[in-house]
């Protein structure tokens, strides 16, 4: 949840709470909200997130819209794996037909969040978002410290450094098309054989180990997968391994080896007929 709320900055948190505030007010569907909570999560996507998720309405339309699209193509519901443990589900609190009618008003609530965000006229925008979310949801005032703080975030967001090599998705000439959905799940090998622990849980892993990256998705065969290595920190820039390419049909398993101590980050496409369906991201901090 921290890793995909980073990536939009900070705003699938106030997605989520929107989209429940959407279900109980409105009634018109049933969800359980650690299921809703790990469908948005999955939605986010590591591509043109500056955009995507430029702002709170922006965010919310983009993964309404996907999850719209991922809904259409499962009419059936699929296994709704826990994120915190993957061999477990929350199939258990849902059911077909409330899954079914969840859907169809996801669909219908897509359009007219499009509508309402595409909409030019100011006041009538205001009007579209109101008839979604109530009379109570009002355009914001914009106040100078409001302004100072979004000229500090920009700032702070061009002051990222590309390193020498580095390469972006949207520069590769794929388009986005989404309705698929990828995980990347990361094991640390432990010394001398004694197994191995799933990075995400023990949070960091230390230099000089082995790490085994898998990504699973729903996409159909056949697909390509592009993995991205990216090294952040004073160890990598002085040993020139910043890296940060783009590197296709790596296959669904990847092996790196710890080297430099740091935040970095590891990142996959799930890529078909020239186009991004599904994609993650898995922050790695070696100490």
């Known amino acids: ?9 900070g705003n699938l948190r106030k997605v989520i709470r929107l989209v429940k505030y959407l279900r109980d007010s409105k009634d018109t569907f049933s969800i359980p909200s650690v299921i809703l909570t790990a469908l948005l999560g999955e939605r986010v996507q590591v591509y043109d997130t500056s955009n995507r998720y430029s702002g709170v309405p922006t965010t919310l339309v983009h993964l309404i819209e996907d999850l ?3 809904l259409a193509l499962n009419p059936l519901m699929r296994v709704i794996a826990d994120p915190s443990c993957p061999q477990t589900s929350f199939n258990h609190r849902w059911d077909q037909d409330r899954y079914a009618n969840f859907a169809k008003h996801i669909q219908s609530y897509a359009t007219r ?6 909409e030019q006229d100011k006041d009538k925008s205001v009007k579209l978002w109101q008839q979604l979310f109530g009379d109570g949801f009002r355009a914001p005032a914009t106040t100078a410290a409001a302004s100072l703080a979004k000229a500090g975030q920009m700032a702070s967001a061009e002051g990222v450094t590309r390193a020498p090599s580095e390469r972006f998705i949207e520069e590769m000439g794929v388009q986005w098309a989404g309705g698929r959905w990828a995980r990347i ?14 990075l995400r849980r023990t949070g960091f892993a230390p230099v000089g180990r082995d790490i085994y990256f898998t990504v699973s998705t729903d996409a159909p065969q056949p697909q390509d997968i592009w993995w991205k290595v990216r090294n952040h920190g004073p160890d990598a820039e002085n040993a020139h391994g910043l890296r940060g390419q783009i590197t296709p049909g790596r296959g669904p398993r990847i092996h790196e080896r710890t080297r430099y101590r740091g935040r970095h980050y590891v990142e996959v496409w799930i890529v078909k007929d020239g186009k991004v369906v599904a994609s993650d991201h898995h922050d790695v901090v070696i100490r």
């Open 113 to 118: 969040m499009r509508t309402a965000l595409d």
């Open 185 to 198: 799940e990361a094991r640390v090998a432990n010394p001398i054989g004694t197994g191995s622990a799933d």
């Open 1 to 9: 949840m921290k890793e995909k709320d980073s990536l939009t900055g």
């Open 68 to 70: 719209a699209a991922w």
